[in-house]
């Protein structure tokens, strides 16, 4: 399984497919980049990532780094798969 595919498709199933002109990768900036990224979308973010990867994020475990860009995020997720 790509990790990073599995992020890349999660974000585009909650952001929609105009979120950085539908081009996102390992380099695509997020916090602060995509207009669509508002509070809403990062709980919708991250309660997909908890039921596609079935792992439990606590609150304490995200700030703004984690979604800083895509790889910021699929590193965070990878963290989560390795515990």
């Known amino acids: 399984m790509n990790i990073e595919q599995e992020v890349i498709k999660t974000l585009g ?5 105009d979120a950085q002109g539908g081009r996102l990768d390992a380099d695509s900036a997020l916090l602060g980049s995509v207009a669509e990224l508002d509070s809403m979308a990062v709980v919708a973010i991250l309660t997909a990532l908890e039921e596609r990867f079935g792992f439990v994020i606590d609150d304490d475990e995200v ?3 984690t979604f800083a860009s895509v790889a910021t995020l699929t590193s965070f997720v990878q963290g989560k798969l390795a515990q």
């Open 13 to 17: 199933s909650i952001l929609g497919p």
């Open 63 to 65: 700030d703004g780094g």
